[in-house]
């Protein structure tokens, strides 16, 4: 899973009023289409998927959630935690790893269960091709992924661990008081909002912000036993007391911007 910077875009085409018709689109192999709505600002063309936006849906981590393994993994309680992370592309993936690490450095024991595997350097010889090149937090020397420690993210506080269970991070986060879109990887906190990037020309790029899907996840969805955001496997999910578009306000504004998403909540 990757993630790119929203930001990295030019800025120099006056604010548009938002086109008030409602934009569709089709599913992968032509499934009914889904109604996206449309709000234009500055050099980027903001679609949200309306359908999922104003649904119930809620995370069932610690009440149900079955897991993103090829079996139900419910016991494990590993939410979609089980593969770790990806960070961004390019500079803003570089930077996205160095502001996990910062806020990782700041994690207690008794915040984190792995604290001391976060902390210590693994035992290799550097030429060997064969070694584990884990080391710290992240997954590779090239620190494009958190680390996976016992089959899962090094962050994921594991059933029974005294300091809560759950991502260090958020724990963390929420008793620093602060938004978890600060402490974890984007990835982490948009799911299960995906952002796809499209460049229309020169001065312009497309910003369509959905539900992950099946397809989303690439090999690894066609054998997860359950897909919390689709209704044919996962409408246990669709049972919140409140529409996403309230429940997940905090990733939409980090998302767009607070101008985007009242004036998203205006449409809606």
């Known amino acids: 899973m990757t993630a790119t910077d929203p930001d990295d875009t030019l800025d120099h085409r006056p604010d548009e009023r938002p086109d008030e018709r409602p934009e569709t689109d089709h599913d992968r192999g032509g499934a009914p289409s889904r109604e996206f709505i449309e709000i234009v600002r500055s050099d980027t063309v903001w679609r949200f998927e309306r359908d999922f936006l104003e649904s119930n849906w809620t995370c069932l981590f610690g009440r149900g959630c079955k897991g993103i393994l090829d079996h139900d993994a419910t016991e494990l309680n590993q939410g979609c935690c089980s593969l770790g992370a990806h960070f961004g592309d390019g500079p803003a993936g570089v930077a996205e790893a160095m502001n996990v690490a910062a806020y990782a450095a700041m994690l207690t024991p008794e915040q984190f269960q792995f604290h001391a595997a976060a902390n210590s350097q693994p035992d290799r010889e550097p030429d060997d091709p064969d070694a584990d090149a884990a080391t710290g937090i992240f997954g590779n020397e090239e620190r494009t992924h958190t680390r ?8 994921l506080n594991r059933p029974g ?7 260090a991070l958020h724990i963390a986060a929420v008793e620093f008081d602060e938004s978890p879109t600060e402490w974890k990887p984007s990835v982490c ?6 952002i796809d990037w499209q460049e229309l020309d020169a ?11 099946r397809a989303d996840w690439g090999d690894h969805g066609r054998t997860m036993a359950w897909c919390c955001t689709e209704r044919a496997d996962g409408a246990e999910a669709y049972c919140g007391d409140e529409q996403v578009i309230d429940s997940m306000s905090d990733p939409l504004r980090a998302l767009a911007g607070d101008e985007v998403y009242v004036e998203l909540r205006r449409r809606l």
């Open 161 to 167: 661990f005294a300091g809560g269970e759950g991502c």
């Open 148 to 155: 996976l420690v016992d089959g899962a993210c090094i962050f």
């Open 189 to 194: 906190w948009q799911l299960p909002l995906r």
């Open 203 to 213: 001065d312009t790029e497309q910003a369509t912000v959905r539900r992950w899907t």
